[in-house]
């Protein structure tokens, strides 16, 4: 086998079609969003809350007939195959710390940014660790974790009206085979694409990005995203 045909073999999409999908903070719009899409693509989802009845609302809000409930955090991170991470940022820290065992061996797919807001609009906030995703792998060191999701509009993911989101998720991570699960999962949405963006520690940049993205959204009234090119 010739290295280009290695190369093009290595970067086929992943059949993930029958992995579960748990978010964690799915409750808000992001959360919602997600679940709300890969349900429709076909995945089992489960939404996740510090309160049951919470999370079962969320579910129940997303529409009859879709594979969608809602569970307590601990139950959605012990039972999902693929558990998406999807709280404030003021959240994160306490929302994995006490999952650590639920999510060990578990691939953790971390979209949070960790931005503050003031009268000039949205900035990036500095993390100890880096990023959220790298804040996320210290923490969970028997996880998988892969950082993406991060501009995604859940106003898009929420519209019944939009049926593709004309976007590219950047995925970062250290561990191949996870980042080519992500990225297949990214591609699950129609008209989304899952792109590989580096490894873990590059995450700063991608979650600090979503600062200029608030302030293209604001100055346009847009809900813009990201296509890279010549890929």
Not at 187 to 194: A, C, E, T, W
Request: charged share 25%; hydrophobic share 45%; proline share 2%.
């Amino acid at each position: 086998m010739s290295e280009e045909t290695s190369e093009i073999m290595s970067d086929e999409l992943r059949d993930v079609g029958a992995l579960s999908i748990g978010i964690l903070g799915g409750t808000g719009n992001q959360g919602k969003g997600l679940a709300r899409r890969f349900a429709l693509a076909g995945h089992s989802v489960l939404i996740g809350s510090r309160s049951a009845s919470r999370a079962q609302e969320a579910a129940g809000s997303l529409g009859a007939g879709l594979p969608l409930r809602g569970a307590e955090n601990a139950v959605v991170a012990s039972e999902a195959d693929a558990v998406i991470v999807a709280v404030r940022w003021d959240g994160h820290r306490s929302l994995l710390e006490p999952l650590r065992s639920e999510l060990d061996g578990k691939m953790v797919i971390d979209c949070v940014n960790p931005l503050g807001f003031d009268k000039q609009g949205a900035f990036a906030l500095e993390v100890e660790e880096g990023s959220a995703a790298q804040q996320a792998a210290a923490l969970l060191t028997g996880s998988r974790v892969v950082a993406a999701f991060h501009h995604v509009s859940a106003v898009l993911l929420l519209d019944p009206e939009v049926t593709e989101v004309d976007l590219d998720v950047l995925v970062l991570g250290d561990d191949r085979e996870a980042t080519d699960t992500v990225q297949a999962l990214a591609s699950r949405i129609p008209g989304v694409r899952g792109i590989y963006g580096g490894r873990l520690r590059n995450a700063h940049q991608i979650e600090a990005f979503t600062a200029n993205l608030i302030s293209i959204n604001r100055r346009y009234k847009a809900h813009a995203g990201l296509r890279i090119t010549d890929v």
